[in-house]
């Protein structure tokens, strides 16, 4: 069987994650082998100042190294990796990826906010979808938010925009972002047509847990509501000890509430489901796909 590797350079966290894929007849099953995620915030450095710091540098080189040798261990046998909208948009994000080059070995790829959303798709079993029906995906991430429209089994529509949980620390007014939002959903989705709505990322995850809704089963638009009400009523540490975050979660689950509650409000929605997938899932399809994927040195 073989071991396919995806590492996601976000701006929240630096993720991995290795899937055996096993041949079934005539398709084949991505099985989750291992998954690993840093909070590397790599967000904090581009969206402040425009540059990621040398200390950010060298975090991320060391957390690429560790990764190189848990697919070594594991005999991943091809890999890729991507960064995000924090590398994406840091001014010095061409010296980054040579210095992390020289200091692992590893080639990082700059990816479009376009090319993500279509990415993040591939990541979900389209092929149980209805093909009458209408499904919009939704991913929140550090830096970026990304939708995808998915029509009659195919990709119709995608779209990335510079509003994420990361960002959103900053307290810059993004109201003419969110409209833009509001604007692409309901001009490219058909409300004549009955809408599924799917959401991904670390924090939606963590919002279906705190919520009690069980998994497999769609989150409330109430849920979510409730939710963000009560976590605003506590503070950065009250928010910590009484829903059980880590640092790295406590600050941005707030802004990912929003995110997804202006989605849900845009196109009429008054559930999401949640099938825990993301851009790694996405790249592992990806890479098996075009079957050349980068051989891991031995």
Not at 72 to 79: F, G, I, R, S
Request: include cysteine; charged fraction near 25%; hydrophobic fraction near 40%.
């Amino acid at each position: 069987m073989k071991k396919i590797a995806a590492i996601d350079i976000g701006s929240n966290a630096v993720r991995m994650l290795i899937c055996y894929v096993i041949p079934s007849g005539e398709e084949h099953i991505f099985q989750k082998n291992l998954y690993l995620r840093l909070p590397l915030r790599l967000g904090e450095d581009s969206f402040r100042n425009g540059i990621i710091s040398e200390d950010k540098i060298k975090t991320l080189s060391e957390a690429l190294l560790s990764f190189k040798y848990i697919m070594k261990v594991h005999k991943v046998n091809e890999y890729q990796i991507y960064a995000t909208s924090a590398l994406r948009e840091s001014i010095n994000s061409s010296s980054v990826i040579l210095k992390v080059k020289k200091e692992t070995g590893f080639k990082v790829n700059l990816i479009t906010g376009l090319k993500e959303a279509k990415i993040i798709t591939k990541g979900n079993q389209l092929s149980k979808l209805d093909y009458n029906k209408t499904y919009l995906h939704v991913d929140v991430g550090g830096g970026s938010t990304e939708y995808s429209i998915i029509k009659k089994g195919a990709n119709k529509k995608s779209m990335s925009f510079k509003l994420g949980t990361v960002r959103l620390l900053n307290n810059i007014d993004f109201s003419h972002t969110k409209s833009e939002i509001n604007s692409w959903l309901t001009s490219n989705i058909d409300f004549k047509d009955k809408i599924k709505l799917f959401a991904t990322g670390g924090n939606i995850n963590k919002i279906q847990s705190m919520s009690g809704t069980k998994i497999g089963k769609p989150i409330s638009y109430i849920s979510i509501k409730n939710l963000l009400n009560k976590m605003l009523e506590c503070d950065f540490k009250e928010r910590m000890i009484k829903f059980n975050l880590n640092p790295d979660r406590a600050d941005v689950i707030i802004p990912a509430l929003e995110i997804f509650i202006l989605t849900m409000e845009s196109v009429e929605a008054n559930k999401m489901f949640i099938p825990k997938t993301g851009l790694v899932d996405g790249m592992v399809k990806e890479t098996f796909i075009k079957n050349n994927g980068n051989k891991l040195d031995p």
